[in-house]
């Protein structure tokens, strides 16, 4: 079945500090997707990413950065040069393509906070 | 930018009592879906929507929850009996096409807080 986990339940940083989201999956099909949504403390869910399991490539968008590992079923997410805008609750997800395709399911979250 | 919203933002009700949240997904979608966030927790799938039936549900979404598309605009989750195990932020999404597949996301409406007493 597939599973995401988030074992940081809570990450702690002062303001400039790069800091790293961990995601680990589990999946049995050979084409997913894998997504993060940030969680802002209004409660809305902001896509942020997703990547299809043959892509590969890490992408950076700005201060965000995503780096997709197969070997290691790790898809994490670094915040360079956090702000205090970041704080939020960020969730990873995972989504097959023939398994379950309607339903994404979505790690634990981990709540960061970025102090001045 | 064409967004998802939900109706109302925030309802309190009580036990036993039904409940209808409203959405009104993107025009252009076909594709719809029910989440559920129980606070502090892992947001949770419910059950995805296409050609006026439901294409998936998970075990969460038993015989007290049912889904409407009552006109060509609104997607309706509605709660028979609501149990205090219902107070949850539920989140209504939809997609252009089949999710994941060739869609790049699922658009998340703002939710709506229910809290049952």
């Known amino acids: 079945a597939q599973k995401v986990t988030q074992a940081q339940t809570e990450i702690s940083v002062v303001e400039k500090e790069d800091v790293t989201l961990d995601c680990v999956y589990e999946t049995r099909d050979t084409t997913y997707y894998l997504f993060w949504y940030k969680q802002p403390p209004s409660g809305e869910l902001v896509f942020l990413i997703r990547r299809n399991s043959f892509d590969e490539q890490n992408e950076i968008s700005g201060r965000y950065s995503w780096n997709f590992q197969k070997s290691t079923s790790s898809f994490n997410f670094t915040i360079t040069a956090s702000q205090v805008v970041d704080s939020a609750v960020y969730f990873c997800?995972?989504?097959?393509?023939?398994?379950?395709?309607?339903?994404?399911?979505f790690g634990a979250g981990t709540r960061l906070t970025v102090k001045p | 930018e064409p967004e998802v919203t939900q109706t109302p933002s925030h309802q309190v009700t009580q036990m036993g009592q039904e409940v209808i949240l409203r959405c009104v997904p993107i025009?252009?979608?076909?594709?719809f879906y029910w989440y559920r966030q129980i606070l502090g927790q892992k947001v949770e799938f419910l059950v995805s929507f296409y050609n006026n039936e439901i294409s998936e549900k998970s075990e969460i979404f038993d015989d007290q929850f049912s889904v409407e598309r009552p006109d060509g605009s609104n997607f309706t989750l509605k709660i028979r009996s609501t149990k205090l195990e219902d107070s949850a932020m539920y989140f209504c999404a939809s997609s252009e096409g089949q999710f994941p597949g060739l869609t790049g996301e699922l658009f998340f409406g703002e939710g709506s807080r229910l809290t049952v007493l």
């Open positions: 025009s252009n979608h076909l594709y």
């Open positions: 997800a995972l989504s097959e393509l023939l398994y379950n395709n309607n339903d994404m399911r």
